[in-house]
């Protein structure tokens, strides 16, 4: 157990401080887009259409990447005083992958838990500053009924949203703490990348769950090609 917790420090000591500086400028960006888009597009009629806007969208997905690629880079692309550390404890590295894909799927949700509170604090906000927006107790349910880009963070009763969701998620912190293993050899899944800026960029269409259904199907795809490849690179002892 204290070997496990040792590692489980380094990762965390390595990279989690960083997360929460990307994670507190991506607030800081959004915010700031959601009371500038009604100043600079009068015709802004409600909280959806500034949440929709790709403008608003477009740091969360930055935020994304960054995290991937902190969590990533967290020891190195070499082997680094931290990576010879890592390979001195009395682990596996079955155990190390594990550690890794429990530390990296935790700190994705917390980045979906983040933009879900952006979004309720600019719903504030735009109420505040401008009274039009404000539709009483209501406000977040309609934004989410209204607005796509929400919609996905905040699924309400729709249960393959929540699914597809929550499996982008998942699979993305398996794809991230991939790469972590990955980055000892100097590699950097930058494919991966790709997911984040898609589903950003794609305007997400109510009612309908095709992107996000061929987001999570490639994502799985992507999961199951890059964990056989690590399963022959640990039998190697992550040496190829």
């Known amino acids: 157990m204290r070997k496990t917790g040792s590692l489980l420090y380094l990762t965390v000591a390595a990279s989690f401080w960083r ?3 990307i994670l507190a400028g991506m607030a800081v960006v959004q915010l700031g887009v959601a009371v500038g888009i009604p100043k600079v597009l ?5 909280a959806p259409y500034v949440f929709s806007h ?8 930055a935020a994304l990447i960054l995290v991937m690629y902190t969590l990533m880079r967290s020891h190195g692309s070499r082997p680094t005083q931290t990576s010879y550390t890592l390979m ?3 682990v596996s590295y ?4 594990l550690i890794y894909l429990v530390y990296a799927v935790a700190v994705l949700l917390l980045c979906w838990f983040a933009q879900l509170a952006v979004v309720v604090a600019a719903t504030q906000l735009l109420a505040t500053l401008y009274p039009t927006f404000d539709w009483g107790e209501q406000t977040l349910f309609l934004t989410s009924v209204q607005s796509g880009y929400v919609h996905v963070l905040l699924p309400l009763l729709d249960g393959w949203s929540w699914a597809s969701t929550t499996m982008i998620y998942v699979g993305l912190g398996f794809i991230t703490a991939v790469g972590m293993v990955r980055s000892w050899q100097g590699k950097l899944l930058v494919w991966s990348f790709i997911f984040p800026l898609a589903l950003s960029i794609t305007p997400l269409e109510l009612r309908s769950h095709s992107w996000s259904t061929v987001m999570a199907v490639l994502l799985v795809v992507g999961c199951c090609v890059e964990g056989g490849l690590l399963v022959l690179n640990l039998r190697k002892g992550v040496g190829e």
Do not use: C, D, K, N
Not at 42 to 46: A, C, D, H, I, N
Not at 54 to 61: H, I, V
């Open 19 to 21: 997360v929460l500086v």
């Open 54 to 61: 790709l403008a608003f969208r477009l740091p969360a997905a």
């Open 42 to 46: 009068p015709e802004s009629y409600g």
């Open 94 to 97: 079955t155990q190390v992958f």
């Open 88 to 90: 001195r404890l009395p």
